[in-house]
């Protein structure tokens, strides 16, 4: 591995960038898994989740005529883990040295984060979060490019 040739700076971004997305990838599993648990009822939501099980299911069934495929709560938030676990195994890849790997299942997570918004056909303020990641993912494949 040549991880000389790349920027000191860039090597230090990249890491930090990846630990994020490890961090976002954890949260986004536990979140999700904690929600579809209470939407399952495998246990009680409680506080919050309560309000975002409503909010979920509000938003579904608003969009569910323009939707490609209509979904349910539980399956959203089954997709949210699902999501989580791809994302953090991308960035532990990446940084690992399994760069090209790790990039490849981020770029997945990017995908499903895409078609999330496209199924229902909305534009909202999370838009700008899938912007910064595919950012964010763009100066990691830099760095990788960099080091080869």
């Known amino acids: 591995m040549n991880s000389h040739l790349a920027p000191k700076w860039l090597r230090i ?3 930090l960038l990846s630990l994020g997305f490890l961090a976002f990838g954890l949260v986004r599993l536990g979140v999700g898994s904690a929600m579809l648990g209470a939407e399952l009822g495998w246990w009680p939501a ?4 309560v309000e975002a ?6 938003f579904l069934a608003r969009h569910e005529a ?3 495929m209509a979904w349910s709560v539980a399956f959203y938030f ?3 883990a699902v999501m989580g676990v791809i994302l953090a195994s991308g960035s532990a890849l990446y940084l690992a040295a399994r760069r090209k790997a790790g990039l490849v299942l981020i770029a ?4 499903l984060h895409g078609a999330m918004f ?3 056909q909305v534009v909202n303020l999370k838009i700008g979060l899938l912007a910064l990641t595919v950012g964010a993912w ?3 494949w830099w760095r990788h490019r960099a080091e080869r």
């Open 13 to 15: 971004l990249a890491v």
């Open 46 to 49: 409680m506080g919050e989740m």
């Open 53 to 58: 099980l409503d909010e979920t299911r509000a």
């Open 66 to 68: 323009q939707a490609f």
């Open 78 to 80: 089954g997709l949210i």
């Open 108 to 111: 997945i997570y990017l995908a």
């Open 118 to 120: 496209l199924n229902y």
């Open 138 to 140: 763009g100066i990691l």
